[in-house]
């Protein structure tokens, strides 16, 4: 199905995310084939509409990383 909705270089775009990161690639099939069995999906998908979807994706899923470094005092530091 997903040959039907996507164009020949949107295809090509997803293959080679699959082949990095499977479950993204995965996430993104499984929305497109919801909006397709909807009938959101008029035209087939072009290489920059999924650009863009994978954008949207990624600030949905983004997650902040914080760093945080304790330095641990030596026993032969002294404070005075």
């Keep these: 199905m997903l040959?039907?909705?996507l164009s020949a270089q949107a295809?090509?775009?997803l293959?080679?995310?699959a082949l990095v990161k499977p479950e993204k690639a995965r996430g993104?099939?499984?929305v497109?084939?919801?909006a397709a069995q909807m009938g959101q999906i008029a035209e087939k998908v072009s290489e920059?509409?999924?650009i863009s979807l994978l954008e949207q994706i990624n600030i949905q899923t983004s997650k902040q990383t914080k760093v945080t470094i304790q330095r641990r005092r030596?026993?032969?530091e002294?404070?005075?």
């Design 3 to 5: 040959s039907q909705i």
């Design 11 to 13: 295809r090509e775009r």
């Design 15 to 17: 293959a080679r995310i």
């Design 28 to 30: 993104v099939e499984d």
């Design 32 to 34: 497109l084939l919801r």
């Design 48 to 50: 920059e509409r999924l």
């Design 74 to 76: 030596s026993v032969l």
């Design 78 to 80: 002294d404070d005075d």
